[in-house]
Nanobody
């Protein structure tokens, strides 16, 4: 099992940037594919980005492609989500998640989840 703790959320104006972090503890972080998901009030959880255990493969939702970047530091057991050009529609609770296997956009394939961090983008 791996335990995940997100941080870095907050309130930002439209067009601004935030960098989310997800610190992992427990079993070997470098073995896991990591993903970021988000859930806005009254909406389904949706995929944001994913990165393979080696960092060589990434995938993004169309809504964030070109604005967000996922990265990881296996030595520090941390995955990051750099969010630029933020929009009000990016407002949500952001969750990081871990899974064995290749990158996946399907939240149900991720076994471990953090508690989430709130991102609010004002217009």
């Amino acid at each position: 099992q791996v335990q995940l703790v997100e941080s870095g959320g907050g309130l930002v104006q439209a067009g601004g940037s935030l960098r989310l972090s997800c610190a992992a503890s427990g079993r070997a972080f470098s073995s896991y594919t990591m993903g970021w998901f988000r859930q806005a009030p009254g909406k389904e959880r949706e995929f944001v980005a994913t990165i393979s255990w080696s960092g060589t493969r990434t995938n993004y939702s169309d809504s964030v492609k070109g604005r967000f970047a996922i990265s990881r530091d296996n030595a520090k057991s941390t995955v990051f989500l750099q969010m630029n050009s933020l929009r009000p529609e990016d407002t949500a609770v952001y969750y990081c998640a871990a899974r064995y296997g290749d990158v996946s956009v399907v939240g149900g394939t991720y076994r471990n989840w953090g508690q989430g961090t709130q991102v609010t983008v004002s217009s």
